[in-house]
């Protein structure tokens, strides 16, 4: 679970996430050096939850998916079987993490996707209608130029098998922001593994703004062309719904 000033959403999913019962479930907490004291939140909860909760602090914010990258790596190397990537503003609904798993175990996937576009999957209702289109033909776009065959290639709610995350390649991601979402399961599905979608509400943060800026869009719209020109395998066909 990134984090970047996320004091006020941090305590509420910690808690969500501990309160699941699922035996071995451990949260990490990847905070940027927040300004609002959010590293300081999470080494509390940590002591709330010793063994359950840790905190791997970095000294500046270098975007989400460095932030993402050093987390799932520094899980993998602590015997993680399944990595689970969410993030902490309440968008990504606590309750479906079962779901996602038990989907995992069932059929053998090397991701499961938390998809806002697949049959049953809804956005949350504050979504205005440009954020809305955006976000519909931001997958479009993608689904385009890098034939992954998912619906939802833009989703930060992943659960993935331990070996699809090392197969992916995590020393090699181009992306620093968003686009690292799309880039990592490229990466997977090229790599032969299959993508299982489940439908979720996706919500609205619970408090504090989008860390989603004109900057960001830009690299989102760019990053996919040089996922295809520099990639050096061919995409599979992985993706289940």
Same mark, same amino acid.
């Given at each position: 679970?990134?984090?970047?000033?996320?004091? @006020?959403?941090?305590?509420? =999913?910690?808690?969500?996430?501990?309160?699941?019962?699922? @035996?071995?479930?451990?949260?990490?907490?990847?905070?940027?050096?927040?300004?609002?004291?959010?590293?300081?939140?999470?080494?509390q909860?940590?002591?709330?939850?010793?063994?359950?909760?840790?905190?791997?602090?970095?000294?500046?914010?270098?975007?989400?998916?460095?932030?993402?990258?050093?987390?799932?790596?520094?899980?993998? @190397?602590?015997?993680?079987?399944?990595?689970?990537?969410?993030?902490a503003?309440?968008?990504?609904?606590?309750?479906?993490?079962?779901? =996602?798993?038990?989907s995992?175990?069932?059929?053998?996937?090397?991701?499961?996707?938390?998809?806002?576009?697949v049959?049953?999957?809804?956005?949350?209702?504050?979504?205005g209608?440009?954020?809305?289109?955006?976000?519909?033909?931001?997958?479009?776009?993608?689904?385009?130029?890098?034939?992954?065959?998912?619906?939802?290639?833009?989703?930060?709610?992943?659960?993935?098998?331990?070996?699809t995350?090392?197969?992916?390649?995590?020393?090699?991601?181009?992306?620093?922001?968003?686009?690292?979402?799309?880039?990592?399961?490229?990466?997977?599905?090229?790599?032969?593994?299959?993508?299982?979608?489940?439908?979720?509400?996706?919500?609205?943060?619970?408090?504090?703004?989008?860390?989603?800026?004109?900057?960001?869009?830009?690299?989102?719209?760019?990053?996919?062309?040089?996922?295809?020109?520099?990639?050096?395998?061919?995409?599979?066909?992985?993706?289940?719904?």
């Open positions: 679970m990134p984090t970047y000033n996320e004091a @006020e959403n941090l305590p509420g =999913m910690a808690e969500a996430l501990m309160g699941l019962g699922l @035996e071995g479930l451990r949260l990490l907490v990847v905070d940027d050096n927040s300004p609002d004291g959010t590293g300081q939140v999470a080494e909860l940590a002591g709330k939850y010793p063994g359950r909760i840790d905190v791997l602090h970095r000294t500046a914010k270098e975007g989400l998916g460095r932030a993402y990258a050093a987390g799932m790596t520094r899980a993998v @190397e602590d015997g993680a079987d399944y990595v689970l990537q969410m993030d503003d309440g968008s990504h609904p606590v309750e479906y993490v079962p779901q =996602m798993l038990g995992a175990l069932a059929t053998g996937s090397g991701l499961v996707v938390g998809s806002r576009y049959c049953g999957g809804r956005l949350a209702s504050e979504w209608l440009h954020r809305r289109l955006l976000s519909r033909w931001a997958n479009r776009y993608v689904s385009a130029v890098l034939h992954t065959g998912l619906r939802d290639a833009t989703a930060g709610f992943v659960l993935w098998r331990a070996d995350v090392r197969a992916a390649r995590l020393d090699q991601v181009r992306s620093g922001g968003y686009s690292f979402q799309v880039e990592l399961k490229y990466q997977a599905v090229s790599a032969g593994f299959t993508a299982l979608e489940i439908p979720i509400h996706f919500e609205e943060r619970r408090v504090g703004a989008s860390k989603m800026t004109a900057a960001v869009q830009v690299e989102s719209a760019i990053m996919p062309w040089r996922i295809r020109l520099a990639g050096v395998r061919t995409p599979g066909r992985g993706a289940r719904r």
